[in-house]
């Protein structure tokens, strides 16, 4: 059971706009911690997609973006690719635990 | 460009002890905090454990504290975890992370590293 919670799978055509939640609570996402997302292809490690709820590495497309609004975050990707297909994760810092959490992981497929 | 590279990974009966390893290259290690975060099959990651960059704090997850230990060579650029009194549910790829001092995300990941569980 993990702390944040992630919807197991989305789905979406090349071209749309998929989204993808993850809802915590004020120990976590509600609290002074960013949320950061990773994306994980197939067979590989996760890799650092957003941190800080809003901010791209370098080499990170802008077709993604993050959000956050009170206990809960999104990620969006928009103009969906077939090389978008993933896993991807959601984490944060959780305050009472005092240990980074990470959602369960939502796999994307591109119909 | 940063490389990180984990080592160390196999089969091991219940109850039984491993250290992994993590070769750190192209970048300052002494200056990241190292983390360790495994993904047990067709699950989600879980973070396992944190170290500062001089050593010291260290913290663990609760689903391993008593169990494991996480450790550092700056001298050598490497990161280790010793694991006692395996269990089969610890059976994970097991990666190491970079993290950078004043943020809580993981900028940098390993390959991985399997390690199994069972009798």
């Known amino acids: 059971q993990s702390v944040l919670a992630q919807p197991p799978s989305v789905s979406g055509a090349p071209g749309q706009r998929v989204t993808i939640s993850c809802t915590g609570s004020?120990?976590?996402?509600?609290?002074?911690?960013?949320v950061h997302w990773y994306q994980q292809l197939p067979g590989a490690a996760p890799k650092l997609l957003i941190h800080?709820?809003?901010n791209r590495p370098s080499g990170v497309p802008d077709r993604f973006s993050g959000s956050k609004s009170g206990t809960s975050a999104s990620l969006a990707i928009t103009g969906l690719q077939a090389e978008d297909e993933a896993d991807y994760h959601c984490?944060?810092?959780?305050?009472?635990?005092?240990?980074?959490?990470f959602g369960g992981g939502t796999k994307l497929t591109v119909l | 460009e940063v490389q990180l590279v984990e080592s160390g990974g196999v089969l091991v009966q219940p109850g039984g002890s491993l250290r992994l390893s993590c070769a750190a290259s192209?970048?300052?290690?002494?200056?990241?905090?190292m983390n360790w975060v495994r993904q047990a099959p067709g699950k989600g990651l879980e973070w396992l454990s944190f170290?500062?960059?001089?050593?010291?704090?260290?913290y663990y997850a609760d689903s391993v504290k008593g169990r494991f230990t996480v450790s550092r060579d700056n001298a050598r650029n490497s990161l280790h975890l010793q694991m006692n009194g395996l269990r089969p549910e610890d059976t994970a790829v097991y990666y190491c992370?970079?993290?950078?001092?004043?943020?809580?995300?993981?900028?940098?990941w390993g390959q991985g590293t399997l390690l199994t569980v069972s009798s």
């Open positions: 992370a970079t993290k950078t001092p004043g943020t809580s995300y993981f900028d940098h």
């Open positions: 192209g970048f300052t290690f002494s200056s990241y905090e």
């Open positions: 004020s120990s976590n996402i509600g609290a002074i911690y960013g």
């Open positions: 800080d709820n809003t």
């Open positions: 984490q944060s810092y959780d305050i009472s635990l005092s240990e980074w959490v």
């Open positions: 170290i500062s960059g001089s050593g010291n704090p260290i």
